[in-house]
């Protein structure tokens, strides 16, 4: 995740888009944390994480590597982009290999680097790749994990109500992409705060790229026109977020795909998720509105792995910090490639650029 500054700033929450019922358990959406509160409409939050803060955040795992970041919506359920399946797409197709097997997702991440008590490591079960997506890629980037083993001590991120016509201004993404483009990858889950721009915006820097900016599909634009502040490889696939008027981190968009990292004038492409909720119902059975009531059965009187009480109102609450974003881009991995009738498994990393239309 590439950041050119460090700042601490002040968060306002907006909350006619998100709004909930303020008098339920909060079983989705809360950080791990210092005490949350609400001062004149904001909160003061600080720029980086620092330690293991939400929960909700996954990492897709190959070769013990961090290929793509994910998030947990519900009992175990994860939403990450298709283009993390991209390259296994045809041979899975072929009957060569099961997407189920390519990765593993790991929940509870601070640090990457060391054994901590939170990390649980998960198999998957099925995978969902968006039927769009094979025939208007980059778009339509939305795959949803289905995995093996219990899941109630992490609590997962909220999702939108309905869909969502007016953005908030700025959201957040934590990630364990690499700092710069083509750089080392953190230890620690970093968090950047990108601004959510107006299609207008998007369509002209779409158009400045000399691809086709009428193929936008169910996606926004966010980051910096100036630059700097970005996503970057690694962050595939992780969730862009913004607190609602009930402390509640949302879900709004996926880091789908960009143009390097953090140059001025290109702006990151973010999958809308309040636009597919029918689709994430149909595969899941989790509904928007009825999630909290679903989870709630599942966590509400068992303990997180650090010891407090997830369905506890008053546990484990976090300070709201303003949504921190980038650019989509996969970190280099090793691939499982098909050549001469055989398996053959790279030593190069295979560097994945999603920012061309014809990819």
């Not at 013990?64 to 998030?71: F, K, L, P, R």
């Not at 010891?307 to 976090?318: E, I, Q």
């Amino acid at each position: 995740m590439e950041v050119s500054f460090t700042a601490v700033i002040l968060v306002v929450i907006f909350g006619p888009v998100f709004s909930n019922d303020s008098k339920r358990d909060h079983v989705c959406g809360r950080p791990i944390g210092t005490e949350f509160r609400l001062e004149e409409d904001r909160i003061v939050a600080g720029y980086d994480i620092g330690y293991y803060r939400y929960p909700w955040y996954a990492a897709l795992i190959r070769y013990d590597t961090v290929s793509c970041g994910a998030a947990l919506i519900g009992p175990k359920t994860v939403l990450t982009a298709a283009h993390c399946y991209k390259e296994f797409l045809d041979l899975a197709s072929k009957g060569f290999l099961r997407l189920e097997s390519i990765y593993t997702v790991k929940l509870g991440i601070y640090n990457i680097c060391t054994t901590e008590s939170t990390q649980r490591e998960f198999t998957i079960e099925k995978v969902y790749i968006h039927e769009g997506y094979y025939k208007n890629r980059p778009y339509y980037d939305l795959s949803l994990l289905t995995l093996q083993g219990d899941t109630s001590a992490y609590m997962p991120i909220c999702l939108p109500q309905y869909e969502i016509n007016k953005m908030p201004p700025d959201g957040t993404v934590p990630g364990l992409g690499t700092l710069k483009y083509h750089g080392a990858m953190p230890c620690t889950v970093h968090e950047a705060r990108l601004l959510v721009y107006n299609n207008s915006e998007c369509v002209r820097m779409i158009n400045s790229t000399g691809n086709d900016a009428k193929a936008i599909k169910n996606a926004f634009c966010a980051g910096y026109i100036q630059g700097g502040i970005d996503t970057c490889q690694g962050d595939s696939g992780g969730p862009l977020q913004s607190m609602n008027s009930d402390g509640d981190y949302v879900l709004l968009g996926i880091v789908s795909f960009g143009f390097r990292c953090a140059l001025p004038g290109l702006l990151g492409m973010y999958t809308d998720v309040s636009k597919y909720l029918d689709w994430i119902q149909e595969k899941s059975g989790l509904d928007a509105g009825i999630v909290n009531l679903i989870y709630n059965k599942t966590v509400a009187s068992k303990p997180t792995l650090n010891g407090t009480g997830t369905g506890n109102p008053n546990s484990s609450l976090g300070h709201h910090r303003k949504p921190h974003f980038g650019k989509p881009f996969r970190r280099p991995v090793r691939v499982i490639v098909y050549k001469n009738n055989r398996y053959h498994v790279t030593t190069k990393p295979l560097l994945h650029h999603p920012l061309i239309r014809n990819n």
